[in-house]
């Protein structure tokens, strides 16, 4: 049977279950680190974290947070979406991003917007071919 459903994270034990998925995409962070700022982007930063749970189990993971700027207007930024490696392509990341489409419509925010690393080609294909997204910019980044 299967049973797909999609949960917010809101407690830190919530959150702390969706790491080992999360950690594939963000490999950079340890659980204590991770742990802090998803804490901290939550309280000030209004960042959403959810999951895609497939017979009690994590399969993908998203997190984004509503803003406005003058180049897009009210939208959503998607900051992580990633699907557990061993189940890809199975569906369940167009799942999440199609729940963070529905969210963004029914606030009232006019569209959704993200990043991805150059190396990420499949990602990219993902992102254009399957959801239809337009490739818009490049991100910028320095360290200072």
Avoid at 94 to 115: D, G, M, P, R
């Amino acid at each position: 049977m299967n049973t797909l459903e999609i949960k917010e994270l809101q407690s830190p034990d919530e959150i702390l279950e969706a790491f080992p998925i999360l950690r594939q995409l963000r490999t950079h962070l340890d659980e204590n680190t991770y742990l802090k700022l998803v804490i901290d982007a939550k309280e000030k930063d209004r960042y959403q974290m959810f999951a895609l749970v497939d017979e009690d189990q994590i399969v993908a993971v998203t997190g984004f947070k509503p803003m406005i700027t003058l180049y897009y207007g009210r939208f959503v930024w998607v900051c992580d979406l990633v699907t557990d490696y061993t189940v890809r392509s199975q569906g369940y990341g167009e799942k999440l991003l199609t729940y963070v489409h529905k969210w963004q419509k029914e606030n009232n925010y006019e569209s959704v917007a993200l990043s991805s690393g150059l190396q990420r080609t499949d990602a990219h294909r993902f992102y254009e071919n399957r959801m239809a997204y337009d490739k818009v910019s490049f991100v910028f980044k320095t360290s200072i």
